[in-house]
């Protein structure tokens, strides 16, 4: 940061150039998603804005930004308080573009036309951006696994993925962007491979972290009449 700083300085101190201009946007972006972070967020504040983000800043995570998140993923709850989550957080650059590459040819292979009946354009676009090295931008990722010498095969997902919850509403409630994203998974030993996972540790998710270039706008979500029903099914609530 500091040495793009000093060119962009003597570019325009050469020139006149306002080439600037983007950096300070991007430092604009960052320092306001900071300044958020320092205020504690109300809690249902961070549960109905956090949205899947797909396209990051190179701006470094901090570690200890990223263990704030990871301690908070850890306080999740588990069956049998097993808690067989375990996460492998990557910064190696040719990691990252190993599974970045990896997720870009599983979505070529088939995973772009199985959405492509299912999405609206405008959410396809932003999905394909995301597979097709997006979400391979962010400077961390974290890959979630399930320790399977921890809980039984039924209760796996159950005790993990509330663990992701936390990790990305964590995130949210400090400023960054982050999604959920199991593509990467379905290449299995592949990943497991890259990443040097023992056998009965079993990778279920890829969460990228990063700063983003703009705040997110809300998600959209269905009314909750559509979804909450009284005593039985089809009987509205509230």
Known sequence: MAGTGGRGRC????SGSPRRR????????????????AVPPDFFDVVQTQRAARSFLPDDVDDPTVVRILTAATHAP????????????????????????MTARL????????????????FLHDVDRGAMGG?????????????????????????????????????HALGLGSTLTTL???????LSTLLGLPPEVVPVAVVPLGYLPAPLAAPRRRPLSEKAHLNTYGTPFP
């Open 11 to 14: 570019s325009a101190k050469g």
């Open 22 to 37: 983007p950096i300070r946007r991007r430092r604009r972006a960052r320092v306001l998603l900071t300044t958020i972070a």
């Open 78 to 101: 588990s069956a049998e308080n097993s808690q067989p989550f375990v996460f492998v957080v990557v910064r190696d650059g040719a990691l990252r573009a190993a599974i970045g590459a």
């Open 107 to 122: 979505w070529r292979g088939g995973a772009r036309a199985l959405e492509e009946q299912r999405l609206s354009p405008a």
């Open 135 to 171: 979400i391979a931008a962010a400077p961390v990722l974290v890959v979630v696994c399930g320790d399977t010498r921890l809980a039984f095969p039924q209760t796996m997902d159950a005790s993990v993925f509330p663990a992701v919850q936390n990790l990305l509403l964590a995130a």
């Open 184 to 190: 990467p998974v379905v290449a299995g030993d592949e």
